[in-house]
């Protein structure tokens, strides 16, 4: 589990193919590697990779055909750089969001202007999952925890402070650009209990959760 605070930036080192998986390994000179060991998890561009390998400021990781198939990971390429995050502990501050590093799917950024010393991004989604991104939630992109400003059919709007800007790869974000996306959690799992309540169980009784009862316990 993440908070989609980005720690430090690295760069990708190596991509090398192994049938139809690929070893992805990351250079990052700025990730304090004194507690990583193999087996850890790291969030590398929102993606949660397991370490298969450690060496001098740096480490290797599997990315599965599973893996390829939703994430930006299928087009990168030698010398990208990619935002960082090792996996929280207990102690950590959840300054973000709980993020899981599970990808579920690559988005487009649409448009980029200035407002005041900030940038705006408009990012399309795909439309399976539009109906997880409300404006004012929350929303991983690239592995970041940010706020939706607003929304518009498929796409949505962020508003980026300089310090994000600096400490992430988002200023090299261009229109075109594909990101990593992971909606909220809590998005998931209402729609989950939602549709158990419409379609019921066999031999039990249908869940009696609905709109109108989360509406009126301030979920709506």
């Not at 720690?7 to 700025?30: F, I, P």
């Not at 005041?116 to 399309?124: S, T, V």
């Amino acid at each position: 589990m993440f908070t989609g605070i980005i720690e430090t930036m690295g760069t990708l080192a190596e991509l090398r193919r192994q049938g139809e998986d690929v070893v992805l390994t990351v250079e990052a000179a700025g990730l304090d590697f004194s507690d990583v060991k193999l087996g850890d998890s790291i969030a590398t561009n929102g993606v949660c990779l397991t370490v298969v390998s450690l060496g001098d400021r740096r480490y290797s990781a599997d990315v599965s055909l599973e893996t390829l198939s939703r994430t930006g990971f299928a087009q990168a390429k030698v010398g990208d750089r990619v935002n960082l995050e090792k996996a929280l502990t207990p102690s950590s501050r959840l300054g973000g969001h709980l993020v899981s590093g599970h990808v579920d799917g690559v988005g487009i950024v649409a448009s980029k202007q200035s407002c005041g010393r900030a940038i705006e991004y408009w990012i399309k989604a795909p439309a399976e999952l539009s109906r997880y991104i409300a404006e004012k939630g929350s929303i991983a992109v690239d592995g970041i925890s940010l706020t939706v400003n607003a929304v518009k059919g498929d796409a949505f709007r962020l508003t980026i402070v300089p310090h994000t800007a600096q400490e992430t790869t988002i200023a090299s974000w261009k229109p075109g650009h594909r990101v990593n996306l992971e909606v909220d959690q809590i998005a998931r799992y209402l729609e989950r209990l939602l549709q158990g309540g419409a379609q019921g169980r066999q031999g039990a009784a249908a869940s009696s959760l609905t709109l109108e009862k989360l509406a009126q316990s301030g979920f709506l």
